[in-house]
């Protein structure tokens, strides 16, 4: 093995591995829509050059990333991220930055989302609006008992179970040849906050926050049961900056999935995956800050200053070509319907939660003044969506942007009349896809997106979501229309 400098990213690395006795090194990277993959090194290739060099993959068989015939690729570790795996044996788990050979060996990737979020910040402090912005996302998840769904020429189904689901209180279960239901259910959209027993996975959640704090390092502010019925939860951390909060966003996911997995359940961040009961989203908090002095604290609505109602501003204006990046997924709009629980209108509101974007009034503090956007869900990239929303912020800056008159009423009470003229978020992901064609310079500035992740990312999800699903019959259709 090649010799370590003392003070290399690989003598870190390489003392982290020996001291907990491990031989093996995780690789995880992001792919363009979202999802961590990975690749596992032995010890005995964990050197100086794997840091320099980085290790090759193929990225044509990576979605969102190249052709066949420029399917080299590579990945250089990021030593600050690396952390005993929890889950894996004997192993370090490391995140690690995606480059483009063809550019030349160290040069970034213009499709890693990780690297457009660290361009983010860049443009950001780049601009001399701000040094720093922070980023407090509240990821929310069920954890289901199984899941069944498949499709064919002849059929298409989907079938979730969850003991905990209000749909089992009149079940029989046999045990011990005796005839029990344990009841204690939450019923639908009455699951936000209630204790044990009918909280049935208080320990499970509670697992999950160890791994995160304990393995990962991540400062967790709370957790509890969600609104909806069968197992819906929600962990909140503490906010960080924009690439490290991305960073620890995937990081929730997969301790997530995993704790789950070992008490054999299953979780998901789908965005609606239950018919007639509460959604997933991810609210998210953002503020910029400047020498250590939070920027959106001021004497205007709510408390906030005026450069925090331009931000708002640039929200609003650019919330439908937003929504192709911060509700991604043909489900997510089941999740963003008119009159449900999801805001869908473009507006500004204190402590309202139907508004899009709402000021947060739980205390007073400067450094408590933030917008918390709450149409995103979970099945975003976390390194694109909270860069897209920062772009959007810095344009509404930039131009001065209005976010029109508070909205402090129960927006879904408004007449008819007076909705008609609120600005909405699509009703479709085919909808957002079109806003973002028609709306995306402001995500250009600074060279933070390229045409060509933008023209990746709409073909994408146009050909391997909308059309695939467009293409299909779904299983109410017959309902509707099969004595026509």
């Not at 080299?72 to 991220?81: E, Y």
């Not at 998210?284 to 925090?308: C, D, N, V």
Request: with cysteine; glycine share 8%; hydrophobic share 40%.
């Amino acid at each position: 093995m090649p010799r370590q400098s003392a003070s290399s990213p690989s003598a870190s690395v390489l003392r982290m591995m020996r001291d907990a006795r491990c031989d093996t090194l995780d690789i995880k990277f992001i792919d363009v829509p979202g999802t961590w993959q990975h690749v596992a090194l032995p010890i005995g290739e964990v050197n100086d050059d794997l840091f320099i060099r980085g290790t090759g993959f193929d990225g044509s068989s990576i979605r969102g990333f190249q052709v066949i015939n420029e399917s080299d690729m590579l990945l250089l570790p990021d030593a600050s991220t690396a952390v005993v795996d929890p889950f894996g044996e004997k192993t370090v788990s490391i995140i690690a930055d995606v480059r483009d050979p063809g550019t030349g060996i160290g040069k970034e990737y213009s499709r890693d989302p990780r690297w457009i979020a660290k361009k983010a910040e860049k443009h950001l402090a780049d601009t001399g609006v701000g040094d720093v912005s922070y980023w407090g996302p509240e990821l929310e998840f069920f954890i289901f008992d199984s899941a069944r769904f498949a499709q064919d020429i002849n059929y298409g189904y989907y079938y979730i179970e969850s003991d905990e689901g209000i749909w089992n209180s009149g079940e029989e279960t046999m045990l011990d040849g005796y005839t029990l239901n344990m009841a204690n259910r939450p019923r639908v959209k009455q699951g936000y906050f209630p204790a044990q027993p009918i909280d049935t996975l208080h320990d499970v959640r509670g697992e999950m926050v160890r791994v995160l704090v304990e393995t990962f390092g991540i400062i967790v502010e709370k957790h509890h049961h969600e609104v909806a019925t069968a197992g819906q939860g929600e962990i909140d951390m503490r906010y960080g900056t924009l690439t490290k909060m991305a960073d620890q966003v995937m990081e929730y996911k997969y301790t997530v999935k995993n704790v789950a997995k070992r008490h054999g359940k299953i979780a998901t961040f789908m965005a609606k995956p239950l018919f007639n009961d509460n959604g997933t989203g991810m609210h998210t908090h953002q503020s910029i800050w400047k020498g250590g002095r939070p920027l959106f604290a001021g004497r205007e609505y709510a408390g906030i200053s005026k450069m925090a109602l331009n931000y708002i501003g640039g929200l609003i204006k650019h919330g439908p070509a937003l929504m192709a990046f911060c509700a991604p997924t043909m489900n997510s709009y089941k999740r963003l319907v008119p009159g449900f629980e999801a805001p869908t209108i473009l507006a500004l509101s204190a402590r309202n939660r139907s508004a899009a974007c709402r000021i947060p009034m739980y205390f007073p503090d400067a450094k408590a003044k933030r917008v918390e956007f709450r149409p995103p869900d979970p099945t975003c990239n976390p390194y694109l969506a909270f860069s897209a929303m920062l772009m959007a912020g810095l344009d509404g800056i930039d131009k001065k942007m209005d976010p029109g008159k508070p909205l402090d009423v129960d927006l879904y009470e408004l007449p008819t009349a007076e909705l008609a003229k609120l600005n909405q978020v699509p009703g479709s992901l085919a909808a957002s896809l079109d806003a973002l064609e028609k709306d995306h310079d402001f995500l250009l500035q600074g060279g933070v997106f390229t045409r060509d992740l933008l023209e990746t990312w709409i073909e994408y999800k146009r050909k391997n979501e909308i059309d695939p699903i467009r293409l299909r019959p779904h299983p109410y259709e017959f309902f509707l229309s099969f004595d026509a």
